[in-house]
């Protein structure tokens, strides 16, 4: 990359960003950004006119394209964040960074392994030009639960339990993968982050209730450093977004537990009633998205890796491959 000192130089007055992808995603990266005072969003694009439309006249945006190549062709563009569909990652990543751009992606950065592999392989710098969108690593809650994991003593089990309130719909779903590169894959990052290891062993079962595809799985990992972990995943909890995560220790345990929309609890002599959880990943990882933004900026300024890499999007894709072939052939994968 040869402008690379030019830009991080820049960096020290406002980095600016072009987003490509308005949807449920683009439209959460956006508000984060905006929050910030050491970035400008300067372009915008997607293929819907309407989306465009709306965006631009919600945040006056100044540039604004449906062809991302435009935006990716402009020059004072410093950094580009990908919240397109799944399908598109590869070749958008691929392109914003033959244009020199840093570039921030969206998880997963493809369902396919071997295109992982072709950027790892085609970039010797990438981990200090790809950041990947593993959100949930910077939830002030979770990244608490990391920093103070030597209390408990040699860690031992982990479980995660991470339940949408609704399935996604067929067009969304036959875009992203399956529930394994799609969703899973969070939790799969997740488990790796708070072990601090990688995975030997995977099993996974599952089963269809609100959808054609597998919407209901339980996967279970072992570690090289011997921690044991379940994953409880499902399309569908009909009482909200269902996240929490804890860790079993020799000497204790710690565990995140949902948020709740208010902390209010009311008490009578014949029942307790407290709020209902935050409604989705909008609400419930909302800092989250701007602790990940923070990080992204500080990675460049500081010139040093992002603190979720290519590698790790690799890694968790392995495990989503892995669980996939777990359930379909009914046993055990060895990695
Ligand atoms: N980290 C998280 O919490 C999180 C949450 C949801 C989705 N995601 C990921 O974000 C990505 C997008 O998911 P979403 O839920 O926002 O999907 P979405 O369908 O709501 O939005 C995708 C947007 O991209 C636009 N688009 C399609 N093709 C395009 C192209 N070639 N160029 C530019 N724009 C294009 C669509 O018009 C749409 O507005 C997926 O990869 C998904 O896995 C991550």
């Known amino acids: 990359m040869n402008n690379i000192n030019e830009t991080i130089n820049k960096v020290n007055n406002k980095l600016k960003i072009g987003i490509i992808g308005l949807g449920r995603i683009g439209q959460v990266h956006l508000a984060a950004l905006k929050t910030l005072k050491d970035v400008d969003v300067v372009a915008i694009s997607d293929i819907s006119p309407d989306l465009i439309k709306k965006t631009v006249e919600e945040y006056q945006i100044p540039n604004f394209y449906t062809d991302y190549r435009l935006l990716l062709h402009q020059k004072d563009i410093d950094a580009v964040w990908i919240c397109s569909p799944t399908t598109y990652h590869f070749t958008q990543v691929k392109e914003a960074l033959d244009n020199n751009k840093f570039v921030f992606c969206e998880k997963p950065l493809d369902a396919e392994l071997s295109k992982i592999e072709t950027l790892i392989n085609s970039y010797s710098d990438l981990s200090l030009r790809l950041m990947v969108g593993f959100n949930r690593r910077f939830d002030p809650d979770f990244a608490t639960v990391k920093k103070r994991l030597q209390e408990i003593g040699k860690p031992v089990i982990i479980k995660i339990t991470s339940r949408d309130p609704f399935p996604p719909s067929a067009e969304y779903s036959r875009q992203s993968g399956g529930i394994y590169n799609d969703m899973s894959i969070h939790d799969l990052d997740m488990a790796r982050f708070i072990s601090g290891s990688e995975v030997e062993e995977v099993i996974a079962i599952g089963s269809k ?69 935050e409604p989705f990943f909008l609400e419930r990882y909302k800092q989250s998205y701007i602790e990940e933004a923070k990080e992204f900026i500080t990675a460049i300024k500081e010139k040093k890796e992002f603190p979720s890499t290519a590698n790790d999007a690799l890694q968790a894709s392995i495990l989503a491959n892995a669980c996939g072939q777990s359930l379909e052939k009914k046993q055990m994968i060895f990695l």
């Open 209 to 277: 209730n609100y959808t054609e595809d597998i919407d209901t799985t339980l996967i279970t990992l072992k570690f090289k450093n011997g921690i044991i972990c379940n994953i409880d995943n499902s399309r569908k909890a009909s009482y909200g977004y269902d996240q929490r995560l804890e860790v079993l220790g020799h000497d204790g345990m710690i565990s995140a537990e949902n948020k709740k929309i208010t902390n209010v609890q009311f008490y009578s002599d014949s029942n307790i009633q407290s709020s209902v959880l």
